[in-house]
């Protein structure tokens, strides 16, 4: 561990004396421009104190006593210094002196705190948390930390120094890290709230850090596949048999709703037989580890019969050969150049189009698609029916204009 500073320093409260015109001193401990002071249960008058060297003026029997005090303090509060040096354990000016006077320093660490909280989630992942959110949290983590080493050049800090100029430096700091856009940086931060917001809970800060900061979020448009498009990608003809799989899972996609993790991962165990024995997916998200039940239409069944002895899907038991996303979107977007769609083709464009054309435009109740789509709460799926509100509204803009 580095610090930047570390001094100490002796004082007279000339403000403050007492009936017989004294006044105490004070031992001020400063730790990286971070003071705190403590009185060292001395007196003297104004007039016998030396402000240059911090020490009491002359050579009597009373001044030697009191200097020599002082310098054992001081000693002391080095040697303390030191031993946390070696240790290479987070302390700050509050350590320090609260070590001087004896009291417990046991004092949490906020990466520590946050390691704790990311195993008591990975302990209850598939009950109360799905992995992706452990994921998340342990990628917050992993950003908190080389943030604190960058702006502080220490390994870890005592949660009780967080304040609002840590939350906006954090949020800065994901910011130069390109790691997103202004979503993704600000789920990070609301992570990290979650984490101030339990030490606030257990009174490990005084305060709650993130009382006065507001998340801004962005708004995103969801794109979706009109009806045309979808039958035009679904017609056709691709000489590439690489691509011509793509397609279909794309296209499989856009009638189940799966997302690309879902449909990688989906397997004979997710198919069951439902009202009137007609097969349906039920599958476990695994974002939110909620459950999905979608009804098979004839063209998903045509997909998986079509790659049911595919060598890929033997090998990896899936019922579809999936490969890497990467892969996928870069072929998606060949697909929509040979198809003439000028929309930005990716793998998640098919939920959305489950959602939206396939489902919602054909009059399937919007709690149907919240259950069929996995969402916990009807509010996400409702992000869907705004955007074909907007579509509506569009198409009678066109007819107001025109009568």
């Known amino acids: 561990m580095e610090t930047k500073t570390f001094s100490l320093i002796h004082y007279l409260r000339k403000a403050q004396l007492d009936k017989t015109g004294k006044a105490g001193i004070y031992l001020r401990i400063t730790v990286n421009g971070q003071r705190t ?30 200097n020599h005090y002082m310098d054992q303090l001081e000693s002391k509060a080095y040697e303390i210094h030191s031993k946390l040096m070696v240790k290479k354990k987070p302390f ?4 320090i002196k609260n070590k ?56 870890d800090l005592y949660v009780m120094e967080v304040d609002l100029n840590f939350v906006n430096g954090f949020h800065h700091y994901l910011k130069t890290q390109k790691i997103g856009n ?63 799989q793509v397609r279909d899972i794309f296209v499989f996609c856009c009638f189940t709703g799966l997302a690309y993790v879902d449909v990688k991962k989906l397997s004979n165990n997710h198919i069951v037989n439902g009202i009137e024995g007609k097969r349906w997916i039920k599958i476990k998200r695994a974002k939110t ?40 979107n870069a072929y998606l977007k060949e697909i929509a150049s040979a198809c003439g769609i000028k929309k930005k083709l990716t793998f998640h464009l098919a939920r959305h189009t489950f959602a939206t054309t ?26 869907y029916a705004k955007v074909i509100d907007k579509k509506l509204y569009d198409d009678m803009s066109i007819l107001k204009d025109k009568y």
């Open 37 to 66: 002071e403590l009185s060292i249960k001395r007196k003297t008058t104004p007039e016998k104190w030396c402000s240059v060297k911090g020490r009491i003026k002359g050579s009597g029997k009373e001044a030697k006593e009191m």
């Open 92 to 95: 700050n000016a509050e350590t």
């Open 100 to 155: 001087l006077l004896g009291k417990g320093t046991d004092h949490k660490t906020l990466l520590a705190i946050y390691e704790e909280h990311n195993a008591q989630i990975k302990e209850l992942i598939g009950s109360d948390y799905s992995y992706g959110a452990y994921r998340r949290h342990v990628r917050t983590m992993n950003h908190l930390a080389g943030f604190i080493q960058k702006e502080y050049k220490v390994s």
């Open 182 to 244: 202004q979503n993704t940086v600000t789920k990070y931060v609301v992570n990290f709230k979650k984490i101030m917001r339990m030490a606030f809970a257990n009174n490990w800060v005084k305060k709650d850090p993130f009382y006065s900061w507001k998340a801004e979020w962005k708004k995103v448009e969801r794109d979706v596949l009109t009806e045309a498009e979808l039958r035009s990608l679904i017609e056709l003809q691709l000489e590439s048999k690489s691509l011509e």
């Open 289 to 328: 580890d909620s459950l999905s039940s979608v009804p098979l239409l004839p063209i998903a069944e045509k997909i998986l019969f079509k790659y049911n002895d595919h060598r890929q899907s033997l090998l990896t038991r899936a019922l579809l050969p999936v490969i890497s996303n990467q892969k996928t």
């Open 358 to 383: 396939v489902t919602l435009s054909n009059g399937i109740s919007i709690e149907s698609v919240s259950k069929m789509l996995g969402h916990q709460s009807l509010k996400t799926t409702q992000i």
